[in-house]
Antibody, heavy 119, light 107 residues
Framework: EVQLVESGGGLVQPGGSLRLSCAAS????????MSWVRQAPGKGLEWVAN????????YYVGSVKGRFTISRDNAKNSLFLEMNSLRVEDTAVYYC????????????WGQGTLVTVSS | DIQMTQSPSSLSASVGDRVTITCRAS??????LNWYQQKPGKAPKLLIY???NLQSGVPSRFSGSGSGTDFTLTISSLQPEDFATYYC?????????FGQGTKVEIK
């Protein structure tokens, strides 16, 4: 059974930094593209970033380029999202998701971790 | 960026009703279109991938169709557990983008 468990969320001041983690199990992590998706309170879903199997390719939504960095550690079956220069509008639940790359969809999701950016 | 527009934004329906949700892309996306279901406080769940393929374990009352710019998600006979918010998502190009969601409520 695929399991994705996010951690690292919390309260941070505007301009601050936070590092999210996603622990993966139940599948071959090194063979899967991975994504981060976020959802602001009461709002819809927004795809944030994804990363190729070996970390050689990374893609981001425009609003986080230059501030967020996605990375992975295949030896530890872990996905990360380093978030810098955080803004109030980055407040959201952040989900990690396993991609079904052959169909370019997100087939499995974690339960999410809440990031609150507020002074 | 490719814009995805869903309609309606919300609907009220009864158990047993046939429900159709539409999704329109701002440019042709072939069949790079996925549908997700989300219940309050829960993570999204993949229902349909590549426009018309049912994800494993999803009931057959769910179906998807379309290509190019216009897509539909149909629930043939609405069940109590289907009351949720539904999102379409394009994976034709990055950034991947979602529709704004359609909330299906009990009439």
């Amino acid at each position: 059974e695929v399991q994705l468990v996010e951690s690292g969320g919390g309260l941070v001041q505007p301009g601050g930094s936070l590092r999210l983690s996603c622990a993966a199990s139940g599948f071959t992590f090194s063979s899967s593209w991975m994504s981060w998706v976020r959802q602001a309170p009461g709002k819809g879903l927004e795809w944030v970033a994804n990363i190729k199997l070996d970390g050689s390719e990374k893609y981001y939504v425009g609003s986080v380029k230059g501030r967020f960095t996605i990375s992975r550690d295949n030896a530890k079956n872990s996905l990360f999202l380093e978030m810098n220069s955080l803004r109030v509008e980055d407040t959201a639940v952040y989900y990690c998701a396993k991609e079904a790359r052959e169909w370019l969809s997100m087939s499995d999701w974690g339960q999410g971790t809440l990031v609150t950016v507020s002074s | 960026d490719i814009q995805m527009t869903q309609s309606p934004s919300s609907l009220s329906a009864s158990v047993g009703d046939r429900v159709t949700i539409t999704c329109r892309a701002s440019q042709s996306i072939s069949t790079y279109l996925n549908w997700y279901q989300q219940k309050p406080g829960k993570a999204p769940k993949l229902l349909i991938y590549a426009a018309s393929n049912l994800q494993s374990g999803v009931p057959s009352r769910f179906s998807g169709s379309g290509s190019g710019t216009d897509f539909t998600l149909t629930i043939s006979s609405l069940q109590p557990e289907d009351f949720a918010t539904y999102y379409c998502q394009q994976s034709y190009g990055t950034p991947w983008t979602f529709g704004q969601g359609t909330k299906v409520e009990i009439k």
